[in-house]
């Protein structure tokens, strides 16, 4: 945490399909993140400036683990030339 500032972490999913449930107490809102990919990654914003401060943000990106292409115990992350490749990720928006 301190060197990255904040989080920056792959984190490894179940295959239950649900990934992810983020809420805020006080707004009320909830998402919720469903996904097929094997991880997800949590950022909180660690390098935003500008119109934005550090850490003022969160992103959960639906993906790979980090480092995939390098590890051959990972899933693979190799995609042949004329293939199609297909995911789903679905956000779910609610009321705690």
């Known amino acids: 945490m301190k060197i990255g500032s904040g989080y920056d972490h792959c984190f490894v999913l179940n295959k239950n399909n649900l ?7 006080i707004s009320g809102r909830k998402v919720i993140i469903s996904t097929d990919q094997p991880a997800i990654h949590l950022y909180s914003g660690n390098h935003l400036k500008g119109k934005f401060m550090k850490n003022e943000g969160v ?17 693979t992350t190799l995609l042949k030339a004329n293939k199609e490749f297909y995911t789903k990720t679905t956000y779910s928006f609610s009321l705690i």
Do not use: G, R
């Open 59 to 75: 992103c959960l990106e639906t993906q790979h683990f980090s480092d995939s292409p390098n590890n051959l115990n990972f899933p």
């Open 19 to 25: 990934s992810a449930e983020i809420s805020d107490v």
